[in-house]
């Protein structure tokens, strides 16, 4: 019974694209309580996304976009910023660090004290933050500007990194699923973070609770390849 009405919402989000979980109960005449366990399974088994009370197909061709900055900004505002303050104890004069265009990472990018690096990113406000650090010696990915996310978009990204030794890659993503694959809300920011994981000699993942058993539109890497995590939530290892 369960599973077949699962079966149901992909079917109506298939041909829908985006339905409201209310929505979905009336058309199934269940409590949207159970309407929200049954997201809840299909987003942690990667079938589908849940935003603001909606749901949506996953890989739609319809969808490559991330929530805006400030919403993320905005959400779990404490959380990231006591998790980007713990982060810190990661980072040594000298280092030469990547930092991803997440608002986890902007938390620590205004955190970060104006000591001797070499920070990259792909990140507009972490761009203009690192512009207030005298010492602080700043590049920036370039490219197009996607001005929703705030962020840089650069296909030539994989030449700028081979004249680059990385010491530490510092990130965050949109969800960790089950078997402990990494999703991100966007392909051109999957891509980004897979490179960096792939070139940096150490990666430190800065993740809240809420990001735990969802997947998104890209995946961009498993848990496996990360050196380490910087989390609030209580998980064990063997669940993930």
Known sequence: MKRARQQTILQLLA?????????????????????RRDLKLLQTEGKIVRRHGRARTLHSTLHDGGEPFRTRLKSHYADKADIARHALNWIEPGMTLALDASSTCFHLARQLPDIPLTVITNSLPVCQEMARRENI???????????TERCYVNPALVSLLKTLEIDLFI??????????????????????KAQLLRRAQQSLLLIDRSKF??????????????????????????HL
């Open 171 to 192: 990130f965050s993503v949109e969800g960790v699923d089950a078997h402990g694959d990494m999703w991100d809300s966007t392909r051109h920011n999957a891509a980004f």
């Open 137 to 147: 010696e700043l590049i920036c990915t370039g490219g197009r500007l996607a001005r």
């Open 15 to 35: 041909r829908e694209e985006s339905i409201t979980t209310q929505a979905l109960a009336l058309q199934l005449g269940v409590s949207i309580e159970t309407i």
């Open 213 to 238: 058993y969802r997947a998104s539109e890209a995946k961009m890497g498993n848990l496996s390849q990360v050196t380490q995590m910087v989390t609030d939530a209580k998980i064990a290892a063997p």
